[in-house]
């Protein structure tokens, strides 16, 4: 069974703090990883995608990947009320171009 | 420029009843996929369409049939519908084929419920 787990939250932050989002994979040979964010009842939406270990950045986020210990997390800086929403970490093992999705974590940001 | 669109937006079925969900995507992708979104387990995929011509098995197929009726169009029949098929259905499109895990992009979703 190909899993990705995410913890459910919810995790809260101040505004203007750091939220960091954590997502781990079961299969080693995984080969590229999205962060969705999805807002109560809308469809999810690319946030970022990483293929290669290290960090990517995208304006305030920034995406980790360690494919070693099999992780990738989400950072979001100076956190907006605007940023509360599911950050789903989805896999794409190898298998064509399907995706595993975790069951996402809720954030929360409170002015 | 749509993306990709879905319809109905919302449904209530009566347990036994049968409807298509319709889904169609104006980006020229190759790849389409059908979801369900349950509360408390994320997107599961139902089915999927590599390409024109083609279908395959997601991980929770059993209930549905799909059809891939041309590149722009991909949808999703339930049969019989079962109280266990309450959720929200989400299509998606991405422009590969095969491999290299490029973006999927969402429609808006199908909230249904079966009584």
């Known amino acids: 069974q190909k899993e990705v787990e995410q913890n459910s939250g919810p995790l809260s932050v101040p505004e203007g703090a750091i939220a960091s989002l954590n997502c781990t994979y079961s299969?080693?040979?995984?080969?590229?990883f999205f962060w969705y964010r999805q807002y109560s009842g809308k469809s999810p939406e690319l946030i970022m995608f990483?293929?290669?270990?290290g960090d990517k950045e995208d304006g305030r986020f920034t995406a980790q990947l360690n494919k070693a210990s099999q992780y990738v997390s989400l950072l979001i800086r100076d956190s907006q009320p605007s940023d509360s929403a599911t950050y789903l970490c989805?896999?794409?093992?190898?298998?064509?171009?399907?995706?595993?999705f975790g069951a996402g974590t809720i954030l929360r940001v409170k002015s | 420029n749509a993306g990709v669109t879905q319809t109905p937006k919302f449904q209530v079925l009566k347990t036994g009843q049968s409807m298509t969900l319709q889904c169609a995507q104006d980006?020229?992708?190759?790849?389409m996929y059908w979801y369900r979104q349950d509360p408390g387990m994320g997107l599961r995929l139902i089915y999927y369409?590599?390409?024109?011509?083609?279908?395959d098995k997601g991980e929770v197929p059993n209930g549905y049939n799909v059809s891939r009726l041309n590149k722009r169009e991909f949808s999703l029949r339930l049969e019989s519908a079962a109280p266990s098929q309450t959720s929200v259905y989400f299509c998606?499109?991405?422009?590969?084929?095969?491999?290299?895990?490029?973006?999927?992009?969402f429609g808006p979703g199908t909230r249904l419920t079966v009584l």
């Open positions: 998606a499109s991405s422009e590969q084929p095969a491999g290299g895990g490029d973006t999927q992009y």
């Open positions: 369409s590599a390409s024109e011509g083609t279908t």
């Open positions: 299969d080693r040979g995984s080969q590229s």
């Open positions: 990483i293929y290669s270990n």
């Open positions: 980006m020229n992708h190759n790849s």
């Open positions: 989805a896999v794409n093992m190898g298998y064509g171009n399907k995706l595993v």
